[in-house]
């Protein structure tokens, strides 16, 4: 039985569906696979758009039985999408390092404060212009203090509004120019 906590929501997911849409991507990418229903709207999209390509990031695919993988494979969409069994953090440098963009980067991986902290401020190297960083599980008070952090100290991503409440989306609107030595306090 699927529970509410591990799964988005259809809100969360048409949204996504819909900036998918909206943007037209060549790239998208999530950290955390879980049951794949975040990865199934965008691989929707992917269809619609006829153009693009989704990797998700999980190394725990086999804690969830491989369902997520097992949905991809029954949409059969397994040639637009990658799966990388890697914790983000080194996923994430080793894509930047090569250098990989993602216009429409997921983030629902770990929902420690540091950790998704971390996944942002990673995926954010990833993120081309005018692309977007969406984070998810606005409920849990690491994941809303992660983006009362952003939207006082990142102004190169204007936090976009959203009908849902439980996702936080951020665009990428400007080069990092903050200081070596920046920190504004933030109240969450």
Known sequence: ???GV???SADQGLWLHQLCLKVLPQKTLEIGLGYGF???YILAAISQNKVGHHTSVDPYQSAWHGVGLA????????SSFRFINELSFPALIDLGRVGEEFEIIFID???KFDD????????????????YVVLDDMWMPSISKVVAFLRTNRADFLSVE????????????????????HFQDFIH
């Open 6 to 8: 591990t799964q988005i």
């Open 38 to 40: 975040s990865t199934l």
């Open 109 to 111: 991986g770990s929902h």
């Open 116 to 131: 998704a902290l971390i996944d942002f401020t990673l995926a954010s190297k990833l993120c081309p212009m005018n692309g």
């Open 1 to 3: 039985m699927l529970d």
């Open 71 to 78: 949905n991809v494979r029954r949409v059969g969409m397994e």
């Open 162 to 181: 959203t009908p849902v409440k439980n996702i936080a989306a951020f665009q990428r609107v400007s080069l990092d120019t903050r200081s070596w030595d």
